[in-house]
C-alpha cells in the first residue's frame, strides 16, 4: 500500500505564504501519513483507480513558461505549473491576489472552503499540502460585473503541477468565470495536473461557472475539485465540459449553508479510444427552502468508459427542499462503459425530490428514418449523438464558448470513415 506522503515534493510549505496558511500546510502533510492511495477497493474510486498507474515515478520536469500571456484576452489570469504566469484584471469591483499577499483574515477565509475541509478527497489533501501560490479573487459587495473572468490553468513539461484558487463574492454581487485546464505538449510522456477551486457566495450573490477540460493527450492526468458554500438566497450555475484523458476526474461539491440558495449544475462528458472520466458531484442541501438541478450527459465510444456518481443530501433541518437529478447516457459501441450511480439521503420530511439515469444505445429506427429522407448513415449518427447533447452545450450562457463546444463535439463526434 502506497502513502499519499510519497508524493511530497520537499519537508516545508512556501516560505512566503501567510502564517495561517503554513499551518493549514503543515497539519495536512501530517495528515498524509496516514492518507492511502486510493485502490480498486476505495469506493469511490472503485472504477478509476487503475488509472492512477505509478504517479510515484512522475519526473519533475517542470517548465516555466509556454508563450500562452503573449496571445490572452483581457480580464484573464494564467495559473501556469501552480504559479500566476499571467494576470490582467480590469472589472471594476473585481481584485486580485496571490496566496502570498494575504492578509492573516483572508487566509483564513481561504481555509474554510468546502474543498479545503473536505478530508475524504485524497487528491485535494495532497493539493492542500504541495501547493506553492494560489489566486484569491475578491467581488465587493453589489458589484454587477459585466464582463467574464478567464482562469487557464495549465501544466507544462512532466511531473505534478498544483493550481489552487480561491473565489469570493461579496452580498448581492455577480461574476462569471470561465476556468480551462489544459497541457503544454507532452510528446507522449505522462503528467498530472491537480487543481483545487473554491468559492463563497455571500447573501445575495450569483455566479456562472463555466469549466472546460478538453485536452485529450493521451498520458495526461486531470485530478480536479470545485467547491461551493452558498449564503442566504444566493444563486449558482455551472456548465461542464469534459473530454476525457488517460485519467480525468472532477470532484464537485456544493455547500447550500443557508436559506434561499439555489443551484444549478450542467454537465456534458464526451470519451473515446481508451480515454476515462469521472465525475463525483455532491449537493449538501443543509438549511430549508432551497432549491438544486442537476443535468449531466454523457456519450462515451470505441473502448472508453465514463463514471458518473451523483449525491444529494438533504439535512435533518433543511425542510421545504426542491431538488432533482438526471444523468442520460449513450453508449457508441460494444466496448464503451458507463457506470451511473444518482443517490438520495434524505433526513427530512418536508421535501419533493427526484433522481433518475438512464444507459442506452443509438435508436437504428431513428437512423433508419433519418436515411429515407436522403440523409447518409454516417450523417444520421452524428445527427442524433451530437443531438443528444445539444440542449446543455447551447445553455452556456456565452455564446462565444457555446459556439467552440459544439464545434469541437460535431467534429468528436463525426462517423466519417
Known sequence: MTRLNALLRGSEPAASLPSSLKDFQLTKRKALDTVLLPTRKTENWKYSAKRLGDINGLPADLKTSSGLAEKT???????????????????????????????????????????????????????????SNGVFVSVADHTQAEQALRIIIRHSGQGISYSRVFITLGKLASLTVIEELSFDDLGGASALLNSVTDCTLSAGARMQYIRSDMDQQAQSKVIG??????????FFESHCLGLGTHLDRH????????????????????????QHYDNHTSIEHIAPNCQSNESYRCIAGDQSQIVFNGRIHIHRDAQKTLGSMSNKNLLLSNGAEIDSKPELEIYADDVKCAHGTTIGQLDEQEIYYLKTRGIKDEQARQMLTLGFVLELVRANPIAEIAEQWEDKLASLLSFEQ
Open 251 to 274: 470532484d464537485f461539491r456544493i455547500e447550500m449553508a443557508e436559506p434561499g440558495a439555489e443551484c444549478n449544475l450542467n454537465g456534458v462528458c464526451v470519451t473515446q479510444q481508451q
Open 73 to 131: 484576452d483581457p480580464n484573464t489570469v494564467i495559473i501556469e505549473n501552480g504559479q500566476v504566469a499571467h494576470s490582467d484584471i480590469g472589472i471594476a469591483g473585481v481584485t486580485l491576489k496571490t496566496f502570498d499577499m494575504l492578509s492573516e483574515d483572508e487566509a483564513k477565509v481561504v481555509m474554510q472552503g468546502v474543498i479545503a475541509r473536505s478530508d475524504d478527497l485524497q487528491f485535494a489533501q495532497l493539493n492542500h499540502a504541495e501547493f
Open 225 to 234: 475539485a470545485t467547491g461551493v458554500v452558498q449564503n442566504r438566497d444566493s
